[in-house]
């Protein structure tokens, strides 16, 4: 393992090593992008939708260590059927969920024998080569099942992405020839693996633990967040240090949109709510499946790689309603559960948080106690989008006020178009 000398004392430059021992970084280096950019030029072109842009993002930066590129059969097989992938020493990493190029029939017959091929962005610039292909069949219902459990219609992810694609996957070696930019204001958020870990180093941490969410902050994350702190300085940390990591990559439509969750969690840093010296904010360019117990294992999975040794699940993660019955599409518990067995995540300290309610007595977020559950008030993530979009305050103590604003601003502006908008179409 690397080190480290800061002010001549020497600590670890990981608290955890990466899956596979090694952070992959498929970027190319500067001094060969032209060269490269050139080969790239004469190979056989496959078009890239923006949610595989997001993949190779993933895949770049060592998110899916110790994956390479897009995922070849074998690959697919054991990420499909086992939800893990056997190194070649024999040792198991988790990968639960499948990342694969989806390409159709056309694209297929261009390639040909082909060996390399160059892929494009949506805007038509290349992005990457990757390397050493393999096409193999696209079996949707059997990915659909496996991945979700359930085949049923109103998956967002499978509508979207899976249902529209096509009948074939493309797997092999990536080489990205410039790091994947957004220019939506956030890049400098979207710190990589590595990023992330020199930063932990620079803070001295000696305890990593990560908070992955898609939705704003309440007080209630807040009292989990700070009494996992607390709960890590009991057990003998000097320096524990939060990672609050929200989902950057595809969510579903009724979600707050990932530009209003970074200003609100900026607001909650500025209220004082969590703290700035034991806490970074960073994207995770992941994109968001709903799948549940099998999703929420990648969830922690790509942790590790950033060198989180600590990782934080409550209630339902990764989870959905149900998209034709009325009830949630996995068991609420399943989550916490499935991590604390899941093969190849053994390293990882997984901390299953207490639930938090609204105590209608205290009048703030607090721990719910069963003896008197009447007095607790539960305001799930629609509730709370509820409110703002009715220009209705949530009870005091349930979000800073700053933080709130910014929903309430978001959710004004969003009727107000809505409203133009169908004006416009009447």
Known sequence: MLQASVSGTVIKSSLIEPDGGVLVDARVPESERGSKTLEAELL???????????????ISEGWASPLKGFMRESEYLQSLHFNSLRMENGTVVNMSL??????????????????????????????????????????????????????????????????????????????????????????????????????????????????????PVHNGHALLMNDTRRRLLEM????????????????????????????QHCKVLEDGVLDH????????????????????????????????NFY??????????????????????????????????EKLNILPFRLAAYDTVAKKMAFFDPSRSKEFL??????????ARNGENPPDGFMCPGGWEVLVKYYER?????????????
């Open 236 to 263: 003998g940390y000097k320096n524990p240090i939060l990672l609050l990591h929200p989902l950057g990559g595809f969510t579903k439509a009724d979600d707050v949109p990932l530009s209003v969750r970074m200003e």
């Open 44 to 58: 056989p072109k496959v078009s890239l939708a923006k949610i595989d842009v997001e993949w190779v993002h993933v």
């Open 98 to 215: 499948p990342i694969v190029l989806a390409i159709d029939d056309e694209t297929k017959e261009r390639i040909g024998s082909s060996k390399d091929v160059g892929l494009v962005g949506p805007e038509g610039d290349l992005l990457a080569i990757l390397r050493s292909i393999e096409i193999y069949k696209h079996n949707k219902e059997e990915r659909i099942a496996r991945t979700w459990g359930t085949t049923a219609p109103g998956l967002p992810y499978v509508d979207e992405f899976i249902i529209p694609a096509g009948n074939w996957l493309l797997g092999g070696d990536l080489e990205v020839l410039k790091p994947i930019k957004y220019n939506d204001g956030l890049d400098h958020y979207r710190l990589s693996p590595k990023q992330l870990r020199h930063e932990f180093d620079r803070r001295r941490a000696d305890a990593v633990f990560a908070f992955q969410l898609r939705n």
């Open 312 to 345: 934080i699940v409550g209630r339902d993660p990764a989870g959905m309603g149900h998209p034709t019955e009325k009830r949630d599409l996995y068991d609420p518990d399943h989550g916490k559960k499935v991590l604390s067995m899941a093969p190849g995540l």
């Open 414 to 426: 969003s009727v107000t178009e809505e409203a133009m908008s169908a004006a416009a179409s009447a």
């Open 277 to 308: 010296e034991t806490t970074i904010v960073a994207i995770f360019p992941s994109p968001m499946h709903y799948a549940g117990p099998t999703e929420v294992q990648w969830h922690a999975k790509a942790r590790v790689n950033a060198g989180a």
């Open 378 to 387: 539960f305001i799930s993530g629609t509730k709370m989008r509820t409110y």
